[in-house]
């Protein structure tokens, strides 16, 4: 049976843990949910033990608030184990709890808001969580509507060719759990100076895109039990195309591949999956190679 770890919100309101919850349902797995909880004792308790008991109230306090919240999302046969932890460093403790234990995917509540600079939980995860992140929207669009699957076709590294593989098998299995309708799109992006230069004609280059990765289509289509008329390509930036037709179609989940990049490269400019949570208002599910 697999398993979803869900991170409670802070707060009285949570949207991932009735998300966990739906999907867990639909899916046959089982959920556990984490509530996080910590503050500097330092100024306010002298000596060990009152640190202690300080801080086993505060946890107490936390899971009174979140227990509720979990009972009133609760299907009916369905078993949700509550933990309640004492950390400062959200993702450090799951990416730790993820190497120990097996889970398919991790479900939290998104942070859009984050500076390019500032490296958010959100990012960490994204970067470093061995098992698929889940990123839930506080604001999104009706539910009924598709899981949308994001594929890069034109890539030619064996490595991204199975990420490939990968992101489509979880979004056709979300898609037929949820009982609605896959949609799958890939990107071609022309180059921008040589459009410019007037070196490539963009709706040429496109063109020859499409034909070049038909082959890639249709061996996936077949290998995965999807009609080819699920398929997809659109011209433009990948951020922009995937965002305009999510809202287009109004996708209650987007499932794509990421790449984790390192160093200073990564907090300054992100990746296409970053991009693509700064503008999304909806579900984002983030695979990893």
């Known amino acids: 049976m697999g ?119 959100d990012w960490q995860l994204l970067r470093e969580c061995r098992a698929p992140v889940l990123l839930v929207a506080r604001k999104k669009w009706h539910r009924t509507r598709p899981v949308l699957v994001t594929l890069d076709l034109a890539s030619g590294v064996k490595a991204k060719q199975a990420l490939n593989s990968k992101v489509l098998a979880q979004g056709r299995d979300l898609a037929r759990a949820l009982e609605v309708e896959l949609r799958i799109l890939t990107a071609v992006e022309v180059p921008v100076l040589l459009a410019d230069l007037d070196l490539v004609d963009p709706i040429a280059y496109f063109k020859q895109a499409q034909q070049d990765i038909q082959p890639l289509i249709s061996k996936l289509a077949a290998a995965h039990d999807i009609p080819e008329s699920a398929f997809l390509c659109k011209r433009g930036p990948v951020d922009k195309v995937i965002t305009s037709h999510a809202a287009q179609v109004r996708a209650q989940i987007v499932v794509m591949g990421t790449v984790a990049r390192k160093g200073v490269k990564a907090r300054l400019l992100g990746n296409t999956a970053e991009q693509v949570l700064r503008r999304l208002k909806t579900d984002v599910l983030a695979i990893k190679p």
Request: glycine letters at 6%.
């Open 3 to 121: 398993r979803i770890l869900v991170v409670a919100d802070q707060g009285d309101t949570c949207c991932a843990t009735p998300r966990g919850m739906e999907l867990a349902e639909k899916l046959g797995f089982e959920v556990e949910v984490v509530a996080f909880i910590y503050t500097p004792l330092d100024a306010v308790a002298r000596g060990s033990d009152e640190k202690k008991r300080l801080r086993e109230r505060l946890l107490a306090e936390r899971r009174k608030v979140v227990q509720p919240l979990i009972d009133a999302q609760r299907r009916p046969g369905q078993t949700a184990g509550l933990e309640v932890v004492w950390e400062k460093h959200i993702d450090r403790w799951i990416n730790r709890r993820c190497k120990a234990k097996r889970y398919d995917f991790v479900v939290k509540t998104g942070n859009r808001t984050e500076s390019l600079v500032h490296t958010s939980t």
